[in-house]
């Protein structure tokens, strides 16, 4: 199985600075299409995961232009330009390549005010 | 407006069943495949299962595999997880989620517990 790797699990940011979360996966996530399944979701405190990004850099409807996703064959990054007291929580990604199992995710990144 | 509605939590033994339902609305249910994400409390996510639009193919995580069913009612706009033979380790927080290039739209959950 694929197994995703996110650095670092805790975050400590200072409002208005910038932030940056790694994820790496054990195998390359190029599907046949050529499409990468690589998504990236956040969950806020006591809330339900939504998702921010999809096919590595493509964001949500609603998700602000502050968070931005790169990376690609086996790297993906999640960044966001300026942070905000709203963005508190957990920040996950997931890859939709390789299956089974059909969706894999990684460990969490909790993200907090320092 | 895309809705998720989950329900059919609660208490049970371990080697019970419960059978968890999501109802559907904000868009077409029958074009979309449909999953079951759960979430052990304070910890991280974790697929369970997915059913493909037309019902007719299934997947599921080893750790569920032939304990869990899952199906959906197209007519009724609801997807369904029938779950057997509980174990204390299947106690989380059950999500479902339409599945656009993975889970996009998630529901707010229900919380299942296996205690004696």
């Known amino acids: 199985d694929v197994v995703m790797t996110q650095s670092p699990l805790s975050l400590p940011v200072t409002l208005g600075q910038p932030a940056s979360i790694s994820c790496r996966s054990s195998?390359?996530?190029?599907?046949?299409?050529?499409?990468?399944?690589l998504n990236w979701f956040q969950q806020r405190p006591g809330q339900s995961p939504r998702r921010l990004i999809y096919?590595?850099?493509n964001r949500d409807s609603g998700v602000p232009d502050r968070f931005s996703g790169s990376g690609s064959g086996t790297d993906f990054t999640l960044k966001i330009s300026r942070v905000e007291a709203e963005d508190v929580g957990v920040y996950y990604c997931?890859?939709?390549?390789?299956?089974?199992?059909?969706?894999?995710f990684g460990q969490g990144t909790r993200l907090e005010i320092k | 407006e895309v809705q998720l509605l989950e329900s059919g939590g609660g208490l049970v033994q371990p080697g019970g069943s419960l059978r968890l339902s999501c109802a559907a609305s904000?868009?077409?249910?029958?074009?979309?495949?449909m999953s079951w994400v759960r979430q052990v409390p304070g910890k991280g996510l974790e697929w369970v299962s997915v059913?493909?639009?037309?019902?007719?193919?299934?997947h599921y995580a080893d750790s569920v595999k032939g304990r869990f069913t899952i199906s959906r009612d197209n007519s009724m706009n609801t997807l369904f997880l029938q779950m057997n033979n509980l174990r204390a380790e299947d106690t989380a927080v059950y999500y479902c989620?339409?599945?656009?290039?993975?889970?996009?739209?998630w529901g707010q959950g229900t919380l299942v517990t296996v205690s004696s």
């Open positions: 195998q390359g996530l190029v599907y046949s299409d050529g499409n990468t399944f």
């Open positions: 096919k590595v850099s």
């Open positions: 997931m890859q939709g390549t390789h299956w089974p199992p059909k969706y894999t």
């Open positions: 989620a339409k599945d656009g290039w993975g889970p996009d739209y």
């Open positions: 904000g868009f077409t249910f029958s074009s979309y495949a």
């Open positions: 059913i493909s639009a037309n019902t007719y193919s299934t």
